[in-house]
């Protein structure tokens, strides 16, 4: 059983806040570095944010730092993904990855395992 599955998309106007979610089962959830990326239409899938494996370690992409917080909590084997100052530009399918990696960068194909994806999106 490995899965994970991302919750908390929807719709919402520019400068709202959402909160997604990421439920992971996977093995020994608390030895994986976590991520969220994002995939809009015709485009690539871009790197958002990543979390060690206590959690006091993140990394952003420009374009969302000040605005998104990555956090988990290795009790729920869950991590989430805080988006406020939401921007029509945010508006894409929001992807949880994992990778049982003691490091891990900010390429997609550094990850091992992919939530379906939530979709977000903003209006202006």
């Known amino acids: 059983q490995v899965q994970l599955v991302e919750s908390g998309g929807g719709l919402v106007q520019a400068g709202g806040s959402l909160r997604l979610s990421c439920a992971a089962s996977i093995p020994t959830f608390s030895r994986n570095v976590m991520a969220w990326f994002r995939q809009a239409p015709g485009k690539e899938r871009d790197f958002l944010a990543l979390?060690?494996?206590?959690?006091?370690?993140?990394s952003y992409a420009a374009s969302v730092k000040g605005r998104f917080t990555i956090s988990r909590d290795n009790a729920k084997n869950t991590i989430y993904l805080q988006m406020n100052n939401l921007k029509p530009e945010d508006t894409a399918v929001y992807y949880c990855?994992?990778?049982?990696?003691?490091?891990?960068?900010?390429?997609?194909?550094?990850?091992?395992?992919w939530g379906q994806g939530t979709q977000v999106t903003v209006s202006s």
């Open positions: 979390i060690s494996w206590s959690g006091r370690s993140t």
């Open positions: 990855a994992a990778s049982p990696s003691i490091s891990r960068g900010r390429n997609s194909d550094e990850y091992d395992y």
